[in-house]
Structure formats: structure tokens, C-alpha cells
């Protein structure tokens, strides 16, 4: 029984910068590749970003690489997402999840904990 919770998520305006974290209890993160999704209103869920339970390996979408950054803290019990660069169509709902990765795109991950959400709005 992991729990995840996100943390982080606000009104930011383009160009700037965020930094959600999930954070984990009822079992280390260690034992999972943890990912990153977001949904927007009245838009399918898309996913973002991921990182291996070990941390050598990671994933990101194509329309955030190079601006953000997945990166994982084991003493912590967390894991993060650097969000730099903002755009307004970076505004949704973003989810941490849980699970098991076995490379490539994130139709590879197969998902066992969902946290509940964190609202990012990036707009003027």
C-alpha cells in the first residue's frame, strides 16, 4: 500500500519555473519507476515524463524535453519534476505514479499507485 502525494503546483507565468514532488509513504519509492502525467481540461491524460527505479534511465515526452528535468532523491522518499520554461499549454493536472517500467515510451509502464493530482497553471 504506497501512497504518493504531489506537491509544488501553483500559478506560475510563461517562462517561469516550478518544481512538483511527489513523496511517498507505506514503502520506498526504490522499489518502483516512478512517472510523471498531467491532464488538462477536457484533454486526455498524456504522459510526461519517467524515471527508472534506479534513477539511470528516464523518459520525456517530446514536448517538454529540454525544459523539464525528472530526478529522484532515495534518503528523501522522493522524487521530482523541474519544470522550467513554462508554457500556457503546460497548464494541467499533474500525477505522480508508481510502478514498473521496462523502457521506451510510457505504453511500457504498467502503473500500481496514482497520487491524486497537482495543478499547474501557467498563464500572464
Known amino acids: 500500500q504506497l501512497q504518493l502525494v504531489e506537491s509544488g503546483g501553483g500559478l506560475v507565468q510563461p517562462g517561469g519555473s516550478l518544481r512538483l514532488s511527489c513523496v511517498a509513504s507505506?514503502?520506498?519509492?526504490?522499489?518502483?519507476?516512478i512517472g510523471w502525467f498531467r491532464q488538462a481540461p477536457g484533454k486526455e491524460r498524456e504522459g510526461v515524463s519517467c524515471?527508472?527505479?534506479?534513477?539511470?534511465?528516464?523518459y520525456y515526452a517530446d514536448s517538454v524535453k529540454g525544459r523539464f528535468t525528472i530526478f529522484r532523491d532515495a534518503a528523501k522518499n522522493m522524487v521530482y519534476l523541474q519544470m522550467n520554461s513554462l508554457k500556457p499549454e503546460d497548464t494541467a493536472v499533474y500525477y505522480c505514479?508508481?510502478?514498473?517500467?521496462?523502457?521506451?515510451?510510457?505504453?511500457?509502464?504498467?502503473?500500481?499507485?496514482w497520487g491524486k493530482g497537482a495543478l499547474v497553471s501557467v498563464s500572464s
Open positions: 524515471i527508472s527505479r534506479t534513477g539511470d534511465s528516464t
Open positions: 507505506g514503502m520506498t519509492l526504490g522499489y518502483y519507476a
Open positions: 505514479a508508481a510502478g514498473h517500467w521496462y523502457g521506451g515510451n510510457l505504453l511500457d509502464y504498467h502503473i500500481d499507485y
